[in-house]
């Protein structure tokens, strides 16, 4: 079993800029899908979804291998997420305003959703001058997503929207050594998929109160579900000898017919089944070229930052432009996709300037490895 999986990490700069192309599009007016294409562009919320499923076959791959004390795992994580999270927090905050101001400014009030996209960052900026203490102690704690509307309404997406999905997997972090420890033995798997089917329906069900988004664990059980049984049956699956594409077309064609959003799945099950069952055929040298070739590899330990930083600098590049360049909906589209090469830029230098020493603190603190290890550059943010 190889310790770290380069394909994985190649994975999240395509998903980080599917989200980022989402952010865009909707920023400069393209709300409703006209074709197939602007129907998967727009779909950035599946991109989140194969996040969580990479979050429980990276955290599970960790558990498994680096048998680390439950404080040192926890202290490598908050290493690992809190740095570049507080800075995007930071700049969330202080661009809200911003936002408000580039959506009132827009000059295509009339496209389809607008009205209703717009109220939706009115009432995000109001909550957040409403309560500015309440929403900036929940987002300290990384606990905004697990938060209830009804006590907090828009805690998951006051200060910055997709930092929902950073509470998300903070919320997993705490909970899956326990979850991964009652998966060793028969009894603890029947107990622990139980409870996590009571959890899941609990908070289906609104018990529990409501969330904005998928931002309380309970929601995501499914997701992290199939990202835990992906890594733990890989050991068992790559002894098959299965072709790839067979089983990504099998597994698709499954998904097809019984899935109601089969999206982040399919997906997924592509992309399993080549990390899985590689051969030397032309495909899976094309599967590799472009999960694994050095390049992708290093815009995907850049991931991270992108996807939480794009949104401000897609705002402030927006507010620069509406005036000029940007008076169309195509013109803005242009500069919300020069934001995105952008942000890019400034998170390759937040990884190498930011993320990468703050891992290599908590690992010199809790006396971990030296040597990079999956967990560490492929952890998942959103």
């Given at each position: 079993m190889k310790s770290r999986f380069d394909e994985i990490v190649g994975l999240r700069i395509y998903l980080a800029a599917w989200v980022a192309i989402d952010h865009g599009l909707e920023t400069a007016g393209f709300l409703n899908p006209t074709n197939a294409l602007l129907r998967v562009l727009l779909d950035g919320g599946s991109s989140v979804a194969v996040f969580i499923i990479i979050s429980g076959f990276?955290?599970?791959?960790?558990?498994?291998?680096?048998?680390?004390?439950?404080?040192?795992?926890?202290?490598?994580?908050?290493?690992?997420?809190?740095?570049?999270?507080?800075?995007?927090?930071?700049?969330?905050?202080?661009?809200?305003?911003?936002?408000?101001?580039?959506?009132?400014?827009?000059?295509?009030?009339?496209?389809?959703?607008?009205?209703?996209?717009?109220?939706?960052?009115?009432?995000?900026?109001?909550?957040?001058?409403?309560?500015?203490?309440?929403?900036?102690?929940?987002?300290?704690?990384?606990?905004?997503?697990?938060?209830?509307?009804?006590?907090?309404?828009?805690?998951?997406?006051?200060?910055?929207?997709?930092?929902?999905?950073?509470?998300?997997?903070?919320?997993?972090?705490?909970?899956?050594?326990?979850?991964?420890?009652?998966?060793?033995?028969?009894?603890?798997?029947?107990?622990?998929?139980?409870?996590?089917?009571?959890?899941?329906?609990?908070?289906?069900?609104?018990?529990?109160?409501?969330?904005?988004?998928?931002?309380?664990?309970?929601?995501?059980?499914?997701?992290?579900?199939?990202?835990?049984?992906?890594?733990?049956?890989?050991?068992?699956?790559?002894?098959?000898?299965?072709?790839?594409?067979?089983?990504?077309?099998?597994?698709?064609?499954?998904?097809?017919?019984?899935?109601?959003?089969?999206?982040?799945?399919?997906?997924?099950?592509?992309f399993y089944s080549f990390l899985v069952w590689q051969d030397d055929g032309l495909l899976s040298r094309l599967f590799r070229f472009l999960t694994a070739a050095r390049p992708i590899v290093l815009f995907g330990e850049a991931s991270y930052s992108l996807y939480l930083i794009h949104r401000p600098i897609q705002i402030l590049l927006g507010i620069a432009a509406i005036t000029t360049i940007g008076r169309t909906q195509h013109g803005m589209l242009m500069v919300q996709m020069a934001a995105i090469a952008i942000a890019l830029l400034i998170s390759l230098g937040l990884y190498f300037g930011v993320e990468k020493p703050f891992i290599r603190m908590g690992k010199q603190i809790t006396g971990g490895r030296s040597r990079a290890c999956m967990a560490d550059v492929a952890s998942p943010g959103p």
């Open positions: 990276v955290i599970t791959h960790l558990i498994e291998t680096a048998h680390e004390p439950y404080g040192k795992y926890l202290v490598r994580r908050a290493f690992r997420l809190y740095p570049v999270y507080i800075i995007a927090c930071i700049c969330g905050f202080f661009t809200a305003d911003s936002w408000v101001r580039l959506a009132a400014m827009s000059p295509w009030s009339h496209a389809l959703g607008w009205s209703e996209y717009t109220q939706n960052i009115l009432a995000r900026a109001q909550q957040l001058h409403t309560n500015p203490l309440g929403h900036i102690a929940a987002h300290l704690f990384m606990m905004h997503g697990a938060i209830p509307d009804q006590i907090l309404a828009f805690s998951a997406s006051t200060i910055l929207p997709a930092a929902w999905s950073i509470s998300l997997e903070w919320q997993f972090y705490l909970v899956a050594p326990l979850v991964l420890f009652g998966l060793r033995t028969r009894t603890g798997v029947i107990w622990t998929t139980i409870a996590s089917l009571m959890l899941f329906i609990i908070t289906k069900n609104g018990y529990l109160g409501e969330h904005e988004f998928r931002s309380f664990i309970g929601s995501a059980v499914p997701y992290f579900a199939v990202g835990i049984a992906s890594r733990l049956a890989i050991g068992w699956a790559s002894g098959l000898k299965l072709n790839p594409l067979a089983v990504s077309a099998v597994g698709c064609a499954a998904l097809l017919m019984i899935g109601k959003d089969p999206t982040p799945l399919l997906v997924w099950t592509i």
